[in-house]
């Protein structure tokens, strides 16, 4: 046993310098983005590979000419995100319970609808919004954007839940709930972790939504941030140091809800494999 643990050893410290390689190239662009955002006043070409100080005068530029995009833009997510769980959780629990006759036939059209272009949807809904008084609207942006999250948290929450068990909804119904009382008071609560991951995804989908955004919005109504920062570009094509600090503003919320978010994704994801 003792003559295998130094190759072991060997193994271990390989698959380590590998993993921290892959990840300093990963974040490698990240980085380069925050330390350009330091150095407002030098050139894209004229970058220090290390910024000489902490000059914050970009991220003020960027605060004060995007901050109501941020806003926005979390309006607009967390809205998604409720449309999307509302909408999604007792689509999920449908599936998952009532044994509906082609339920697997309807969880693959689901996933099929993730395979349409993003232009298709939204030229499609353009002319529909227009009908409905939607364009320009934040609610008709949270609609759009909630359409993104929806096919994959119907899939990920029919899994967790055919995996909840049915004594569980059984003795909830002899105590006397009915349908809606058991979904609510007993599978949502058993479901948390897989309705945390489907509200962080739908999150990141909206947050990061560019198409519907520029679509659906013909003035500056309603502007999220990433359709901030493309019309920033094209007006301080020579700040880029103000145009990477609002990038890296932008990326701030998301990452945060990621890493607080991480054991509820690891256990929203692999929870409905195990039965």
């Not at 390989?14 to 390689?21: D, F, H, I, K, Q």
């Not at 298709?120 to 609609?143: E, T």
């Not at 479901?191 to 659906?216: K, Q």
């Amino acid at each position: 046993m003792a003559s295998h643990t130094p190759t072991a050893s060997r193994r271990h410290w390989g698959s380590t310098v590998a993993g921290v390689l892959i990840l300093c190239v990963m974040l490698f662009p990240l980085y380069w983005m925050l330390n350009t955002a330091l150095q407002p006043d030098s050139g894209l070409l004229q970058v220090d590979p290390v910024p000489s100080g902490l000059d914050l005068s970009g991220f003020s530029k960027a605060i004060s000419d995007q901050g109501g995009h941020l806003l926005t833009s979390l309006a607009v997510s967390l809205g998604a995100v409720a449309i999307c769980l509302a909408i999604s959780a007792p689509a999920a629990y449908g599936l998952a319970r009532f044994g509906l006759r082609g339920s697997r036939t309807i969880v693959f059209g689901t996933l099929i609808t993730q395979m349409v272009p993003g232009i298709v949807i939204a030229n499609a809904l353009y002319n529909s919004y227009v009908d409905l008084g939607l364009v320009n609207s934040y609610f008709g942006l949270m609609l759009a954007d909630a359409s993104l999250g929806i096919p994959f948290s119907i899939v990920l929450m029919r899994s967790f839940m055919v995996s909840i068990p049915g004594e569980v909804i059984e003795a909830a119904q002899i105590d006397g709930a009915g349908p809606v009382r058991t979904f609510v008071r007993v599978v949502l609560p058993m479901s948390r972790n897989s309705l945390i991951t489907s509200g962080l995804f739908a999150f990141l989908f909206s947050w990061s939504d560019f198409m519907f955004a520029l679509t659906l919005n013909t003035t500056d109504d309603v502007k999220p941030i990433t359709l901030g920062i493309y019309q920033y570009i094209g007006a301080h094509v020579g700040d880029w140091g103000s145009v990477m600090a609002a990038s890296v503003l932008s990326a701030v919320p998301a990452a945060i809800l990621l890493v607080l978010a991480q054991k509820y994704i690891a256990a929203g994801i692999t929870g409905g494999s195990v039965k």
